[in-house]
């Protein structure tokens, strides 16, 4: 009986709420309409009476669907408790008619018994998806449909007991129609479980295939270039070199491959650390400067002196998006140069970043072109491949990790006058962290920290500052993951970025202080890059304690967190309650 109930009050409710709540204003605009009407028709109290009812269906139906508008599912008991208030509605929407058929006028029958067909059209349009919440809208309506001309007097004259028939004639069709919305919702349901299971599929073939073939050309390889140091004849050694060369090109396609089914797997993980971002601009060029000069080209490496000494981010990746950069610069550019060019470029909220560009003399591209240039499989032209060779990946892994670190990528191009890629990361200056984090060093005692912030680089910032001045710090990605640690375990102060998916800050705190995670005291200090006149004002009376700007200053974020946990003992590894 309890799984029956479980399968009940499934994900297909979630759709039907949410394409409800859509429609909202609009029903609240008709509700007022029809209150004027009962008003001016028949009487005052009546229509006070039914608005009030109406009013309260609607706040129910909003209340019971709020977890949607942060993108999170219903609750078995949120589910039940929306399918009664739409049930509500519809007996409020249903006692309409009632009022109007006890006006005994023909014409006051008459609307209601359109009333009720347009409640049964309404119902079947936004409700076939879900059977559930469409037998409860439909059923009020329905019976009435029948129940009034049988228990409350019918029609006068024989035309309008036409009109009803007519009516009804149109409902069949309706609910033929609502059969139809149904197999066809079902279909496509099924249709898009199917989809994602074979993407699933084919991300793990992608990625097993990609790897088991590395073994195999490793080994081919190794003995080319093993051969390739023997005594061999100029003709043999073009022979070792000819295998070389595709060799590499087919482990640069197999890379390519490998990195995509990671990314659609949800498996390309960041590390955050300290690098050069010179040595990886100097590296890439010293890796093409031979296949550079073999084609005549200038490849250049201009990096701004104002660059920093080290910057925090995934090294990995960062030389990842230059190489492949500098290797489809070279593909296109047959005459002139290639320049990679460095230099820094704060974010707009004063947060470190750094700008890099590949800029060419090659082929160029139109604007049209470059539309579709960053897309998975994506190349210029179909004789692109055909000429040049490549899978057309490379761009599309540069965009994602880009993106997936917090930037951007773009190119400008021209026909026959080459391209510039440009690519910004929020590369934080790495020696001006650490050294605010030593200067920080042993300023506080050994508090217990939750840092919650989307952004990876500045949850790694917080950790060396905080760590560094004798804190033990864990992080969360949103609001949710914030409310999840709190549930479990207890901490000193809690650092709360107030844009946030998911969840943000705002939501959050104002759960916490609900007691819904934790203790509902607990110091919150608000991470923002708003600190305009009267921010904190407006953050303090939402419920947090205090307002960090970023880009965070560790000396004053040392000193808030001492001033908000001032005569409050550590909690230590104290469980939460």
Known sequence: MIARLRDLLDER?????????????????????????VALLLDRTTAVVWAVTYVFAEAWTWLASRPLL?????????????????????????????????????PYRIGAMVALAGLLV???????????????????????????????????????????????????????SARANLRSANALAEAERSAVAANEAKSAFLAMMSHELRTPLNGVMGMARALQRTRLDA?????????LRSGDGLLAILNDVLDLAKIEAGRMDLEVCAFDLRDVAQGAAALWAEQAAAKGLVLACEIDPDLPAAVLGDETRVRQIVLNLVSNALKFTDTGEIAIALRPEPAADGDGGVAI???????????EQAQGLFRPFAQAEASTSRRYGGTGLGLSICRTLAARMGGDISVESRLGEGSTFRVWLPLPPATVIEAQAEAAAEALPPLRILVADDNPINQTVARAVLEAAGARVETAGDGAEALAHLRVAAFDVVLMDVNMPRMDGIEAVSRIRAGQAGRADVPILALTADAMTGEEAR????????????????????????????????????RAA
Not at 15 to 35: E, P
Not at 357 to 362: A, F, H, I, L
Not at 553 to 574: F, K, N, S
């Open 13 to 37: 409710i979630d759709v039907v709420a949410t394409t409800v709540r859509q429609t909202r204003l609009a029903r609240m605009a008709i509700g007022l309409i029809v209150a004027v009407l």
């Open 539 to 574: 953050l303090k009376a939402l419920g947090f304690n205090g307002l960090q700007a970023k880009p965070v200053q560790p000396a004053a974020l040392i000193g808030a967190i001492v001033e908000v946990t001032a005569g409050r003992e550590p909690v230590g590894d104290v």
């Open 235 to 243: 003709r043999q050694q073009g022979h070792v070199e000819m295998i």
């Open 70 to 106: 942060r993108g999170q599912p219903l609750t078995p008991r949120g589910r039940a408790s929306y399918l009664a208030a739409i049930f509500t509605q519809s007996l409020t929407w249903s006692s309409l008619a009632l009022i109007f058929w006890s006006g005994n006028a023909e």
């Open 122 to 176: 309404h119902a079947q349009g936004f409700s076939f998806r879900a059977p559930q919440t469409l037998v409860l809208l439909v059923t009020p309506p329905a019976v009435l449909w029948l129940v009034l001309p049988v228990g409350y007097g019918g029609y006068a004259n024989p035309e309008l007991f036409a009109l009803t028939i007519g009516l009804l004639t149109t409902l069949a069709y309706v609910a033929a």
């Open 357 to 367: 560009s590949v800029r060419d003399t090659g082929i160029g591209i139109s604007e």
